[in-house]
Each structure stands twice: as C-alpha cells, then as structure tokens.
C-alpha cells in the first residue's frame, strides 16, 4: 500500500536524519519543506521533496495537499488515560475553593480514582479507555504513553497494565506503558510506608516484569506522596529489571527530586511548576528530558512550567498532555501546544518541536517518531488550508488537524 500526498503548502519538522534530543536555540528552528510532496509505503515513510523534484508519481493513492501544511502526529509522552469513571464532582470542589491537596487529605483524588478502578471489570476499564484513545488519535496524537497508578493493589495495577497492553496490540508501535503503582499511598498503608514500598519492590515490579507488562517506572515524587528516598528505592527496583525512570517531580515543591532523578538516570521528569535554579544546574549536561505539562496547570490553577527559564539556561523542554481524570480531563495535543504558546511563552516552533522530537525522547521513540523522517513510521497529520502554521496555537481550542494518518493509514 502507497499513499502520496502533493503539493503540500509546507511539510514542517523535515529532518534528513534524527537529531538527538532539541535543547534551548535548537528549539526555536522548525525546518520546512515549501511546495512539497510526501511518500510513504505500508508503514513506513520513504521519500519527500519539492514537487518539482517529484519524478515517479505511482501510488495506490494520492492525497492533494493544496494550501494545507502536513506534520508529524504529536507525541504525547505522558498520560494517564486508563481510568474508570471520572471526577467532576472535584471540579466543582475546586470552583468552590479547595485545593487538589485538600481534596486527596479528605481521601479524594488518586485514591478516588482507584477505589473506581478497582471496582471495574477489566473489559469495561478497556472500553472506557479504548474510547478516550480513539479520541486523541483523531485529534493528533500519534504516539502515546501510559501509565497505571490508579490500582494500587498488585491485583488492580496489573489489571490496568493489562488494558494497556490490549491498547498496545490494537494500536501497533505507538503506546509505551509506564507502572506508576507508586502514585499515592493507600490508606491502610499511610503509616506503614515502608511496607508499601516492599510491595511495589519485591511483589508488583516483579509480577509486572514476569508479564512484560511495562516499558518504564514512575513514581509521585512529592511532599505528601513519596520521598526522594521512597522514590530511589523504586527507581533502582525498576532498573533492576530493565525499566527506566520518568517521575512525578515538583509539581506543589521543590524538595531535590530531580537530582535524584539525574542521579538514577531517569529518562524525564515530568510536572516542573516549581522549578528552582539548583534544579536547572543539575539538569543541565544530563540524558534527562524535563517535561512541562500546561494543561494541568491551567486546568488545577497552579504555576505553569517556567518554560522561558528552562529553554533560556540552554535545556531542552518536551510537553505532554497528562491526560487523567483528577488535574487535566483532557488529551488534546493541539490545546497543549496552544497552551505551551500562550501560557509557557513558547513560540510555535519551539512547542511543536516538544510535542514532536523531545516527546519522542521522552518516550525512547526518537528512532521511529517525532520528525519528517526516511524511514521513520508514516505517522503524520494534515492540517485544514492555513495561512501560516501560527494558526494551530493561535486558534486555541479548535481543531484545525483535517486528516490523520498512523502508521500508513488513514484514521
Ligand atoms: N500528580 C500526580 N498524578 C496525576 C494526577 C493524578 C490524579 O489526580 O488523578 C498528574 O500527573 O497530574
Ligand atoms: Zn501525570
């Protein structure tokens, strides 16, 4: 099967060969095709160029690009979309003025979702998040990770990572699954910490590997949740077993988290609304990509990510969706990348090559996705007729992504 797209206004994110991670002034370049075509075979994409440099036009089919702009599908590196119901009465709790912190004290939050999950059969938790998936990928999103963390118990985090899995075998090479069974303490376990370590330690994180069931580690990294020492003892546990580390890390503080995380050689560390400058110094030189998360923090009023300073000191910066059902009830990339824009002070090339290229660092995809690239997976969005790909940010909240293609086929 063979797909050609003509006469695309601009192919944008064109990369002859995959960079490494883009870190500070290399963010601020989107480089572009004008006048372009794209070819791509099965899976696969094969060949682009100028159209006049277009020689041999036989394809299965032909799509006209005529005033529009083609790109790769976002990589959203962080996510949550496996849930069981929803939590809109802490929204209104939230109107009505308490805090995130104050609803998980009352035993609300992470500990809500889960007893919810707990309660749901395997194939109803399925059907509700394959729904949520399908949803994201119409709107973009090409690429996904996520994780479990509303179990809890080996039983339910293991029925989660379950779903997941199904999720990866119905939508092949685009989703990474990280356990997060460290994502908050359960109740019998709030003054036995300890104890709940070991089981994450020595009976979920073994379980897990048993069954494959997990590319990556996580933990909440938080006053309140899991110390820098808890979070060492899963991260080591993780690596015990070939997972390597994204963490939750200063989201409400800043506590040293992310040394630790560079310590371990975590993959990202994800959140970052309160960001020090020892934090900065200690990122800068590691393999570590930080990850800002701008929906969360417009949809729980807190601190955005100080984008500005992150890229300014020379980092490099990916953001994500965080898609979950307590701080962002949303996984639409494009209201991402709009809000990195206008709240993060990102400028469109800057947010388009995070939620692209360092997205897929973050997720250890960077071989495969992120970029208009030979043989990377044909992974790719057309928008509708635009004067300028400004529009996409700029329009925040509309849906200008027209057509969607993953992995050769069209959605
Ligand atoms: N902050 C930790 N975890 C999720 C939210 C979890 C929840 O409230 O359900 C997040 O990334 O925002
Ligand atoms: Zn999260």
């Given at each position: 099967?063979?797909?050609l ?22 963010m ?23 159209m ?18 083609v ?18 009465q ?16 009352r ?59 199904r ?140 984008a ?21 009830p ?82």
């Open positions: 099967m063979s797909l797209i003509i006469n695309i206004k601009s192919l944008l994110q064109v990369r002859e060969n995959t960079p490494g991670f883009l870190s500070g002034d290399e601020k370049t989107l480089p572009s095709i004008e006048n372009a075509f794209l070819k791509i075979e099965n899976d696969t994409i094969t060949n682009y160029g100028k006049e440099d277009l020689s041999d036009t036989n394809a299965d089919e032909i799509i006209d690009a005529k005033g529009k702009f790109l790769p599908a976002w990589v959203d590196s962080h996510t949550h979309i496996v849930y069981a119901g929803n939590r809109e802490e929204f209104v709790d939230r109107i009505n003025g308490l805090s995130y912190e104050e609803i998980f004290e035993g609300g939050g992470i500990l809500n979702s889960a007893k919810k999950l707990q309660e749901t059969p395997e194939e109803e938790l399925y059907k509700q998040s394959k729904k949520r998936l399908d949803n994201v990928v119409r709107m973009g999103t090409g690429a996904i990770e996520i994780k479990s963390g509303y179990g809890l118990t080996t039983d339910a985090e293991l029925k989660m990572l379950r779903v997941i899995k999720l990866k075998a119905d939508y092949p090479g685009m989703i990474k699954s990280t356990f997060l069974g460290a994502h908050a303490f359960p109740l019998e376990y709030r003054e036995n910490h300890q104890g709940y370590i070991d089981l994450l330690c020595n009976e979920m994180i073994p379980a897990i590997a048993e069954e494959n069931l997990a590319d990556f580690v996580d933990a909440f990294l938080e006053t309140g949740y899991f110390s820098v020492e808890e979070t060492e003892r899963v991260m080591q546990a993780g690596k015990k077993y070939g997972l390597k580390a994204k963490i939750h890390v200063n989201q409400f503080t800043a506590i040293d988290g992310i040394e630790s995380c560079v310590k371990n050689d975590a993959l990202s560390v994800d959140h970052l609304e309160i960001v020090t400058d020892a934090d900065i110094e200690v990122l800068k030189g590691s393999k570590t990509m930080p990850v800002a998360l701008p929906t969360c923090s417009f949809f729980i009023t807190i601190p955005y990510t100080p500005r300073k992150i890229i300014d000191a020379g980092l490099p910066l990916a953001i994500a969706s965080d898609y979950n059902p307590g701080t962002t949303s996984g639409n990339m494009n209201l991402v990348v709009a809000t990195a824009c206008i709240k993060l002070r990102m400028t469109p090339e800057e947010a388009i090559n995070a939620a692209t290229i360092n997205g897929a660092y973050a997720m250890d995809l960077l071989s495969t996705h992120g970029s208009i690239t030979k043989g990377k997976k044909a992974n790719v969005m057309i928008t509708e007729k635009l004067n300028s790909f400004y529009e996409i940010p700029y329009n925040f909240g509309d849906m200008l992504i027209e057509q969607v293609i993953i992995n050769g086929k069209r959605i």
